[in-house]
């Protein structure tokens, strides 16, 4: 584990529904009583009705206009107070005053309040988002060195690279160790937490569309995981012990596997006919690419080594795409510019446009 992470810091790149209503009843017109005289009284002015309350409209079930909102999350990768994953050794190892931190495997200490209090995630609607039509929840986990603003947003474009892929689905990016040489995977390690987290994101994506109606969709919605780099230790752990795996209808590595073979291996073998994997690599990660290929393998889980044409149920392909020096910028740059705009195009059934094809 020590060698995969010092090999990763060498590439670290700087700094409800609508109610039938009633027809108003009249009331009854009054029977004016029988006077001595034959001029009849003028019988009570009818009251007036009063006007119904006009109803709330319809919310329009496509997004016109794309909005994005940084928001903190209840369940959140951090801050987090626990111990490391199968062992009684505190995450929180180091101390200096009442500072507390965390030493990486490298030997550096990291301090909670600079690194591991951001609590807040990315949350993304594309123009043309549709509640109507099939749709999906990408959750995209950064590698290291990175923050959600800098990195996720401007340099590797993610939400543009979503956009432009045609699919009909919601961003959530989780804030990880903040621009920190650490894949820590914070409260992503204990079991069950993906599943709260992703049952908040869909009641966050859900306020961000802003109505109601759009919950259901957000509750129901399939969800794809991409993971780049360091990114890589928060999945495995949500797939082995998230408590949400079912949820879970494809995996993207983008150079992404520096460890936890088995996990990916143990998800894929139990979601074989269900979902997908896809993982594009450098030199950097090849061993343990042909590691995971090797796992399958023997869970009779069949794997190809091509670029394949779409992401259907029942994928499991591993493409080799150069060095090492691509890996600081895999994510805007792999076997094509905005390889992850064409991983999602590729995934069937989803297009916002039903006869959009994959770019």
């Known amino acids: 584990m020590k060698r995969r992470a010092l090999l990763l810091g060498l590439f670290l790149m700087p700094a409800g529904a609508h109610a039938h209503s009633r027809k108003p009843i009249r009331p009854r017109r009054p029977i004016a009583a029988k006077q001595p005289t034959k001029q009849l009284a003028k019988p009570p002015a009818r009251p007036k009705a009063a006007p119904a309350a006009a109803s709330r ?17 209840n369940a959140s990768p951090f801050p987090y107070r626990g111990y490391l994953p199968d062992s009684r050794k505190p995450f929180l ?9 965390h030493t990486s495997l490298r030997g550096t200490v990291y301090w909670e309040d600079q690194t591991y209090s951001d609590r807040r995630s990315l949350l ?4 043309g988002f549709d509640t109507k039509k099939p749709a999906l929840i990408v959750l995209y986990l950064h590698g290291q060195g990175a923050t959600l603003e800098r990195d996720v947003m ?3 474009g993610v939400p543009r690279q979503l956009a432009d892929s045609g699919l009909n689905a ?7 160790a903040v621009d ?11 079991p069950g937490h993906f599943a709260a987290y992703v049952d908040e994101a869909a009641e966050r994506l859900m306020r961000l569309y802003g109505d109601r109606s759009a919950g259901r969709t957000f509750n129901l919605a399939p969800v794809i995981v991409v993971a780049y780099s360091g990114g890589y230790l928060s999945a495995a752990y949500a797939l082995n012990r998230g408590g949400a795996s079912h949820r879970v209808k494809g995996v993207i590595l983008l150079d992404a596997l520096y460890g936890d073979e088995d996990k990916f291996a143990g998800w894929a073998a139990a979601r074989r006919r269900q979902a997908f994997l896809f993982s594009a690599y450098t030199d950097s990660t090849r061993s343990e690419n042909a590691a995971l290929q090797g796992l399958l393998a023997k869970r009779r889980v069949p794997v190809s080594r091509n670029l394949p044409s779409s992401l259907g149920a029942g994928t499991f392909a591993f493409v080799a795409c150069g060095g090492l020096d691509m890996h600081g910028e895999f994510v805007t740059r792999a076997w094509r510019p905005d390889p992850l705009r064409h991983a999602l195009a590729m995934i ?8 959009r094809k994959g770019t």
Not at 124 to 127: D, F, R, V
Not at 348 to 355: S, T, V
């Open 93 to 101: 190892d180091a101390r200096n005053g009442k500072r507390r931190g």
């Open 154 to 156: 401007a340099r590797q």
């Open 124 to 127: 993304y609607l594309p123009e």
């Open 180 to 190: 920190a040489a650490d894949s820590s995977a914070g409260n992503f390690w204990k």
């Open 57 to 73: 409209p319809a919310a329009k079930p496509v997004v016109s206009q794309a909005k994005t909102e940084l928001v903190a999350f």
């Open 348 to 355: 069937p059934g989803y297009a916002k446009d039903r006869d």
């Open 170 to 176: 919601a961003l959530v990016a989780p804030q990880l």
